[in-house]
Each structure stands twice: as structure tokens, then as C-alpha cells.
């Protein structure tokens, strides 16, 4: 009895084994399928068709990043944000150390003039490391709420590292200005001709600070020199 109650058990084990050997390889198998259509889909820009099976790799396989990015990234061809972002919140949860989920959830909420979202990501990106880039997305969300000191404070951060970056002066400038400094601006500006620059959007914002400052004369003569090229 006892011999045949052992037997019975093995056999029933093997079966098991065999049935869940099996349903592994199905499902392992049935994972790369829907990985590799919803990539090559992707990749030829077919992402209406990609969708449905890099949807089912994901909820298969929620770890991977590769998978998930796609995603993100197929639901935003598709004008689907809303969905991305669920994805993206996903990601963010499983994996709160990695920046670049950050920073992408603060682009998705800046698009989406969530301002205050978006600010709280990219700040959480520079609590773990240091990025232009995204000091200066951090800046331009401060200015679209009209935090205009804390956005002057990141773009001197910026100058600090790169002072001679004309581009980012020029930003500095900007941002001065939206903030009601004139004058200072106008300095700033001055400074950016006085070193060779000669953009004209550059030349015709020292005129628009000039005459604003009521420094008509010397508006005139600027604006003439933009004109002039």
C-alpha cells in the first residue's frame, strides 16, 4: 500500500513538473513573441500595431525597462500622454533611484503645464546628480510660474559652470527681464554685443530694455543696428 501510495505520489509530481516546465516555456515563449512584433513594430513607426503586443510584454514582464520605455514612448505617438504617464508613474515606483523616469515624468507634466509636478521631478533628479539640462528645464518651470528669483538663482547656478555659454547668457538676460530688472538686463545684454555677439533677436531685446529704462535715443540707435544687420 505504502509502495503504491509513493509510486502515485511521484508520478503525480512528475506530471506537475512536467505541466509547469511546460507552462514556463509557453509563457516564456509567448513573452518574446509579443516582444519582439511590438519592437519591430516600433521601429518601423507602425505603433498602432506595435501597442497591443508591447502591452502584453509589459504586463508580463513589469521589470523590464526596455519593454516599459517603448511603451511610454508608443503611447506619445499615439497622443495618448495620459496612458504614457500611468506607465511612466509605474516605472517611477518600481525603480525611484533612476533620474531619467524623473525627468521625463517633469517633461510630461511641463507639456501638460503642471508646473508644480514638474517641478518636484526635475527637483528630484538634481537631488541625485547634477544636470544642465535639466537646471535649466528647472528654470524655465520656476519663470512659467513666475518664481522669477528662483529662476535667476538656477541660471547663476548654470553661469557658474559655464559663464562664457553665450546661449545661456543670453537666457539669463531673459529671465532678468521677466522679472522686471530692466536695467540690469540691459547690462547684461550690452555685455553679450560688447563680446562679439550679433543675433539680432540678441541686438533687438537690449532696444526693447533700452526703451522700456525710457532711453529712447539709444533704443533707436539699436534698433537701427539690428535693422542693419
Known amino acids: 500500500m505504502n509502495r503504491t501510495f509513493r509510486s502515485v505520489s511521484w508520478m503525480a509530481v ?12 509557453n509563457a516564456t515563449h509567448t513573452f518574446y513573441k509579443f516582444y519582439l512584433l511590438g519592437g519591430r513594430y516600433y521601429e518601423e513607426g507602425q505603433y498602432s500595431r506595435a501597442l497591443p503586443y508591447l502591452l502584453s510584454a509589459y504586463r508580463m514582464s513589469p521589470e523590464n525597462k526596455s519593454i516599459a520605455w517603448k511603451l511610454v514612448w508608443t503611447y506619445g505617438h499615439l497622443n495618448r500622454e495620459g496612458e504614457g504617464r500611468r506607465v511612466l508613474e509605474e516605472i517611477n515606483n518600481r525603480f525611484p533611484a533612476d533620474p531619467k523616469v524623473s525627468e521625463s515624468l517633469g517633461d510630461l507634466a511641463f507639456s501638460e503645464k503642471a508646473y508644480g509636478l514638474a517641478q518636484r521631478y526635475y527637483g528630484r533628479v538634481l537631488a541625485r546628480k547634477p544636470s544642465v539640462s535639466v537646471r535649466r528645464k528647472l528654470a524655465n518651470v520656476l519663470l512659467a510660474q513666475k518664481k522669477y528669483a528662483d529662476a535667476i538663482g538656477q541660471m547663476d547656478i548654470l553661469l557658474s559652470f559655464a559663464p562664457d555659454d553665450i546661449d545661456l547668457r543670453y537666457q539669463h538676460a531673459q529671465v ?23 543675433k539680432k533677436e540678441v541686438i533687438t531685446m ?14 533707436i540707435k539699436i534698433y537701427k543696428r539690428a535693422e542693419n544687420g
Open 14 to 25: 512528475s506530471v506537475l513538473i512536467v505541466i509547469g516546465t511546460y507552462l514556463i516555456f
Open 176 to 198: 532678468i527681464s521677466a522679472a522686471g530688472d530692466h536695467e540690469r538686463a540691459a547690462r547684461e545684454l550690452q555685455a553679450l554685443l560688447d563680446d562679439g555677439e550679433t
Open 206 to 219: 537690449l532696444g526693447d530694455e533700452l526703451r522700456l529704462l525710457g532711453r529712447d535715443e539709444e533704443a
